[in-house]
């Protein structure tokens, strides 16, 4: 792997030239993925690696190191000493970075998954989620024209299941109604429709993968599964009492991350482009979440109290492992995510793989040795 983001304009424009059409019989796999060093971005490259693709990712520079989720992929000698995958410092509020990689790297898939990505942050950072996630999927889209890639690079968007918010009907489809509730879903809400607005202005193939939640054992330490999975680890080696959560009551389609980046793969492999719902079709608490996770090391929570006051007990004895802290409520709450991924199934043949349960089963596993490892992490 090499860290590779110099090459002058000349260079560029010269290799720029040599971009053949991928209409016209090209047989290159080369993809380009922002935002690699996240959850999804670290599984789908291992999932195009395996598929013989050459992989790109973009990175932007952090004051450590932000590639913990990808290191396992140096030590892979087909990725790395084979030339098969290479990472560029970009942004996403950084044009010329994304015109400079593009040109240089001549993708024939692009996987945009870089975001601000954080629901209860975005009401923090309003103004520099719509900046990365929506001003940032119109500043790829420009790239790739300015590059004259709009009729050979497949672009692939990381819509979301927020963008249903407040509930108007389920299960969730491609034609339900959207209703944002939160800056993270307005901004989403920007990319859907220019990345479409996009597909019909210039014909280009450009898709939408309106993902429900999907979880993994390298999910984000501040988004609730992974809080809850870690916080009983911790339990589990008596690291820790108790932990505090916010809203309880509110329900996700989750789903493993592992088949989701395979839905995306699937989409950019279609003769047309379109939009598709990705989710499992099914439903669960955040509440039902933590009983899970505890029966996982054979505990049982039950609940007292009501509203802020509520706590999870631990059957049998009269300790709290679970307080709720108003911190963790947002401003305005998506109350019920549930998916229909039918045309999904239908048009990609896509079908997840992991039920709930076993998603549960993944992440405890995972926490619980890692905890082991490493009782501080
Ligand atoms: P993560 O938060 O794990 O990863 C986000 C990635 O975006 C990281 O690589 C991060 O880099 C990068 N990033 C953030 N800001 C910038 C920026 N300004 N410039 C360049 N890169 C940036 O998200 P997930 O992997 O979970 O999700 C991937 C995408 O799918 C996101 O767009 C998310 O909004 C969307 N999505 C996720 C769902 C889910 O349930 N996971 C469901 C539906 C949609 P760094 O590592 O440096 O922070
Ligand atoms: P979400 O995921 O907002 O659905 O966005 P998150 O795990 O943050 O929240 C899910 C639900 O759990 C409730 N909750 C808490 N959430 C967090 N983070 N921390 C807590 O302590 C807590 N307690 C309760 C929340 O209120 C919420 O209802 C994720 C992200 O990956 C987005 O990028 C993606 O677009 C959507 O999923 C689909």
Redesign the pocket.
């Known amino acids: 792997m090499s860290l590779n983001s110099e090459a002058s304009g000349s260079q560029q424009a010269n290799e720029l030239l040599k971009v053949e059409t991928n209409g016209g019989g090209d047989t290159r796999k080369i993809a380009l993925i ?8 670290s599984y789908l490259a291992e999932l195009l690696l395996k598929k013989n693709y050459e992989v790109h990712g ?3 520079r ?1 004051s450590t190191f ?1 590639t913990s989720r990808i290191e396992h992929l140096y030590a892979n000698p087909v990725a790395h000493q084979g030339g098969k995958m290479k990472l560029h410092y ?4 950084d044009s010329s970075s994304l015109v400079k990689i593009i040109s240089m790297v001549k993708p024939t898939e692009i996987y945009n ?5 954080h629901v209860k942050v975005s009401f923090d950072l309003s103004e520099y989620t719509a900046e ?1 996630d929506a001003v ?1 999927t119109l500043r790829i889209l420009d790239a790739v024209r300015t590059c004259g890639m709009e009729k050979t690079v497949r672009f692939y968007q ?4 927020e963008l249903y918010g407040k509930v108007v009907e389920t299960p969730q489809n491609e034609k339900t109604p959207f209703y944002p509730r939160s800056p993270y879903a307005c901004a ?1 809400m920007y990319g859907f429709w220019i990345v479409i607005n996009y597909r019909e202005a210039y014909n280009m193939y450009a898709c939408n993968g309106i ?4 979880e993994s054992p390298r999910r ?1 330490e501040n988004f609730v599964t992974r809080k809850i999975t870690r916080s009983v680890a911790k339990i589990y080696h008596q690291q820790l009492e108790s932990f505090e959560l916010g809203n309880l009551d509110s329900k996700r389609d989750w789903g493993h ?1 592992m088949d989701y980046v395979e839905a995306m793969w699937m989409m950019l492999q279609c003769e047309k482009p379109s939009d598709f719902v990705i989710a499992t079709g099914e439903t669960h608490s955040v509440r039902e979440f933590v009983e899970e996770a505890f029966k996982f090391i054979g505990r049982e929570i039950v609940w007292q109290g009501e509203g802020v006051n509520e706590v999870g007990i631990e059957k049998g004895t009269d300790i709290v492992r679970v307080r709720i802290n108003p911190k963790y409520f947002r401003p305005t709450e998506v109350d019920l995510l549930l998916g229909d991924s039918s045309k999904a199934r239908r048009e990609l043949n896509w079908t997840p793989k992991v039920t709930f349960k076993e998603l549960i089963k993944d992440m405890m596993e995972s926490d619980i040795e890692l905890m082991k490892r490493n009782p501080i992490a």
């Open positions: 922002t935002g690699i060093t996240g959850q999804d971005g973009i990175i932007r952090a932000n970009g942004d996403m509020t998954l870089a975001a601000q990505s990365v940032g990381a819509s979301t299941s989403k993902l429900f939640n999907h984000g991350a």
